[in-house]
């Protein structure tokens, strides 16, 4: 079983799996956890082989316990030692841009369009202030494409798990390995991409500027609080602090542009009070119990001291 995130990303990343060792049964987390719930822990330890691919999966050690774990990721983690294989470069001090990256670094996979995909994915348009944007670059020049096409692919693969379509999430993986133009030309795809365009923007103009940082608080089903943290930080180049609230939980997330910005003690704050949380030195993002993000967000300013 490939069980990979529901982003570009990890959506890429699957199909360089699928091309590198054959296909094979495709997962995902119920979109939103960074876990396993009880029902996902009990579909995927029924498989004999699990690879884990673009997730620091909190489960990953007790999956050990049914069956042979492989991890391939580029997230902030620790060594799972029980795991057949644990190839993060992270663990080596060092920052691999993209899961895509890794799998091409591990295993020789020449460099395309699905690299380049899980790059510009994770890094958006500060893909060209990195070492990797060689690759992105070659990829545009090969299909006569510009930049905002390739963006324009992540954003419509992302449409899937922002709608909360988790079926559809997997069936990309087969999509994408079409090619760039299945994505590009998805007629599905594109009507996802207006619902989920539309809804973004909605909160997006409700941000407030408080000088050192913009700050947002917002009630959306959608899973879009990342794309929502995101744009801000992107279209204003200021920090961003985003607390969204749903029916059966809070969700914050943080993002900066600022090179000197570490988001890794508040990982590690959130983590430490109970939550579940993850990202990365630019971002980090929890799930909280309801009602708690306010207080949260209140201790993130304490430390950030924005």
């Known amino acids: 079983m ?3 995130h529901w982003d570009t990303d990890g959506i890429t990343s699957a199909a360089i799996f699928i091309r590198v060792h054959g296909d094979d049964e495709l997962f995902t987390p119920k979109i939103g956890n960074f876990y396993l719930d009880s029902e996902d822990f009990s ?3 029924s498989r004999e082989r699990v690879i884990i691919l673009d997730m620091n999966l909190p489960d990953a050690e007790r999956i050990c316990n049914h069956a042979d774990v492989y991890i391939y990721d580029h997230h902030r983690s620790t060594l799972v030692k029980c795991a057949r294989e644990h190839y993060n470069p992270f663990l080596e001090g060092k920052y691999y841009p993209s899961c895509t990256t890794v799998l091409m670094r591990r295993f020789r996979y020449n460099p395309d369009y699905l690299v380049a995909l899980g790059i510009v994915g994770d890094m958006g348009p500060k893909s060209r202030e ?16 510009e930049f905002s096409d390739i963006q324009r692919a992540v954003d419509l693969l992302d449409s899937s798990f922002k709608l909360d379509k988790r079926e559809e999430v997997i069936e990309n993986v087969h999509l994408v390995l079409q090619g760039l133009d299945a994505v590009l030309e998805s007629s599905g795809l594109q009507r996802n991409l207006d619902v ?9 103009d409700k941000a407030e500027d408080r000088g050192n940082y913009y700050f947002l608080r917002m009630s959306t089903r959608y899973h879009i609080i990342s794309a929502v943290t995101r ?8 920090s961003a602090l985003v607390i969204n609230r749903r029916e059966d939980r809070d969700e914050i997330y943080v993002r900066s542009p600022d090179s000197d ?9 959130a983590r430490g009070m109970g939550y579940r949380a993850g990202g990365k030195k630019e971002v980090m993002g929890a799930i909280l119990p309801p009602n ?5 967000a209140t201790k993130i300013l304490e430390v950030v001291g924005w």
Do not use: Q, S, T, Y
């Open 130 to 145: 990195i070492e990797e944007w060689e690759i992105v670059e070659k990829v545009l020049l090969k299909h006569g494409l």
């Open 43 to 45: 579909h995927v330890v």
């Open 261 to 269: 910005f570490n988001a890794i003690p508040l990982i590690d704050m």
């Open 231 to 238: 744009r801000l930080a992107w279209i204003h180049g200021k």
């Open 196 to 204: 989920v365009n539309r809804e973004i923007e909605r909160w997006v």
């Open 292 to 296: 708690e993000g306010e207080m949260f």
């Open 2 to 4: 490939i069980l990979h």
